[in-house]
């Protein structure tokens, strides 16, 4: 049987009805067709699927649409403002921080709680928080430089 | 995945209540563990009763006998949270780097002991530190609550409420991760008690146990050489892709003898 739920998606309420079983990431996806979300391994290892649920990074390959009513979800495409693009994304362009680009809207979305709860977070700690987002192409390093540059540009050091 | 009907829990007369109406219905706490399971359809359950809106099972407070730390308080709340640094620093570490930060933000202490992965972390710290597991029908010492591979002593209809640990301020937890899964391939908590220590493992066995000859090794002398002679019997250890029993039964004595140089500073 189908639950009506309805959250808050990049700012703006939106509804939906659906089967207990959709996952949140089919949701994004195919509901409201944000499609920067991607799905990867589906199995919770690859972290291409990564999105805020009420200000914490999530797995939304495992975690139920159901699950969230009542929540604020924010996904890669609730981080521009406009063509204004977030100092995150401006830092993996600057850092040449993805060759195919399938990683990077997860990547992105769990380097940004790090950065939003401790922008100085030093490479040590980038690299420990990153354990739960693969890579198959750039090799990581340029992704910790993007990180770093983005956190002291978050912090107000200016890119 | 094949589909189920989902509920809310309100409270839990009512998860309980939901829970006794239908034997094929599962709680769902973190998901970390069942919704994966789910997918591969080893688990198919009819209903997954929520428990997620349920706020008296979140947080950590004191209690008599040291913490009592909520069954749905997840792991990055464990590992952040200030009691638990001050009273059971070992227990916030190992919280710290339980899987990935998004395995932290949903995943549950209860979830993870009701559960009983052979390789998760929680067992072993509620093992070392003596903690008791509090359901709505009992408290279980947790030496008196792992039976097997995903078996417990939880009965059908039993729902963990709460962990209780007593003040531990000496405990360290080393864990050799599966580079991939960062499931500990084995993982050791070395914890005081009184005069003595207790020392648990995870990953190598069916479930978490303690170890005897390394408590009593390290209750005649702690060092990390202590150790070297402890004979560690990896005959009914778990032996597949991931490493040999033999492989597990080094792992043990080298994140035992880890642990305890952490904790007599010589690391």
Known sequence: MNIDIDFELNGERVSASVEPRLLLVELLRETFRLTGTHIGCDTSQCGACVV??????????TLLAVQADGARVRTIEGLADGERLHPLQLAFREHHALQCGFCTPGMIMSALELLERDPQADEAAIRHWLEGNLCRCTGYQNILRAVRAAGESMSGGGT | MLPFDYQRAQDLDDAERRLADDENALLLAGGMTLLPTMKMRLAMPSTLIDLNGIAALRGVRTHADGLEIGAMTTHAA????????????GLAELAARIGDPQVRNRGTLGGSLA?????????????????????RRREIPADEFFFDLFETALEPGEIVTAVRFPPVARAAYAKFANPASRYALAGVMVAADGDGWRVAVTGAGSCA?????????????????????VEIDARAFNDDLHASADYRAALVRAMAQRAVARLSGSA
């Open chain 2, 209 to 229: 146990f303690r170890h005897a000859g390394l408590e009593a090794a390290l209750a005649r002398e702690f060092t990390p050489a202590a150790l070297d002679g």
């Open chain 2, 78 to 89: 464990v590992a952040a949270d200030p009691l638990v640094r001050d009273h059971l620093p």
């Open chain 1, 52 to 61: 805020h649920v009420d200000g914490r990074s999530v797995k939304s390959c």
């Open chain 2, 115 to 135: 559960n009983s992965d052979p390789a998760a972390d929680y067992p072993a710290a509620v093992l070392a530190c003596n903690a008791t597991i509090v359901t």
